[in-house]
């Protein structure tokens, strides 16, 4: 079964950073586009951050520029997202999905775009 799988969510302080990743299972996430989403309890999905499959492109919401980056290892098969600077609506459960070809458009946010999701991983950002 082909899907990813997130890692590296938990419980920090207001201000305080985590790194999370996301890795393929049943195949390598090299070279695919990915993208972080998060759902806050009683909202709607967001888009976070997308990385092209080379890592030369990427893109933020607005939310969360300047406070997030998105990278990744190809070779290694993992993408990270280093959230820093976390406030309280930060909290949320982080998912990752990846689509095989680059997305040119400029709605990379869009969750029907992707093809592999994974189950999320927990931020919760309290004092």
């Known amino acids: 079964q082909l899907q990813v799988v997130e890692s590296g969510g938990g419980l920090v302080q207001p201000g305080g950073s985590l790194r999370l990743s996301c890795a393929g299972t049943?195949?390598?996430?090299?070279?695919?586009?990915v993208a972080w989403f998060r759902q806050a309890p009683g909202k709607e999905r967001e888009g976070v951050a997308y990385i092209s499959g080379s890592g030369g492109s990427t893109n933020y919401a607005d939310s969360v520029k300047d406070r997030f980056t998105i990278s990744r290892a190809n070779g290694k098969n993992t993408v990270y997202l280093q959230v820093s600077s976390l406030k309280a609506e930060d909290t949320a459960v982080y998912y990752c999905?990846?689509?095989?070809?680059?997305?040119?458009?400029?709605?990379?946010?869009?969750?029907?775009?992707?093809?592999?999701w994974g189950q999320g991983t927990q931020v919760t950002v309290s004092a």
């Open positions: 049943g195949f390598t996430l090299d070279y695919y586009a």
């Open positions: 999905a990846a689509r095989p070809v680059d997305y040119y458009g400029s709605s990379w946010y869009v969750g029907a775009l992707y093809n592999y």
